[in-house]
Nanobody, 124 residues
Framework: QVQLVESGGGLVQAGGSLRLSCAASGRTFSSSSMAWFRQAPEKEREFVAAISWNGGNFYYADSAKGRFTISRDNAKNTVYLQMNSLKPEDTAVYYC?????????????????WGKGTLVTVSS
């Protein structure tokens, strides 16, 4: 079992930055891939970024490339999402998820555990 708790969301102006954190409990965190997804109002949940178990591989959605950075600290059981140059269209609830395997996984179906989410609101 892995429990995930996101933090770091909030209100920020366009062009600003936020750093999301996801604290994990459970023995399997360090061997699991991790990912961030987001869901905007009245839209389906979408993939944002993913990282392999050891941080050696990562993958980003086109909307996140060049602006967001995913990282993890296995000693702290925490995964991060640094978000820069935020845009109003980044407004969403951001979810942390733990994958069913150790390699990079980008699909919702490949996630075994989910956090409850943290709201990011970007004002124009």
């Amino acid at each position: 079992q892995v429990q995930l708790v996101e933090s770091g969301g909030g209100l920020v102006q366009a062009g600003g930055s936020l750093r999301l954190s996801c604290a994990a409990s459970g023995r399997t965190f360090s061997s699991s891939s991790m990912a961030w997804f987001r869901q905007a109002p009245e839209k389906e949940r979408e993939f944002v970024a993913a990282i392999s178990w050891n941080g050696g591989n990562f993958y980003y959605a086109d909307s996140a490339k060049g602006r967001f950075t995913i990282s993890r600290d296995n000693a702290k059981n925490t995964v991060y999402l640094q978000m820069n140059s935020l845009k109003p269209e980044d407004t969403a609830v951001y979810y942390c998820a733990a994958g069913r395997a150790s390699g990079v996984i980008t699909s919702s179906a490949g996630m075994a555990y989910w956090g409850k989410g943290t709201l990011v609101t970007v004002s124009s």
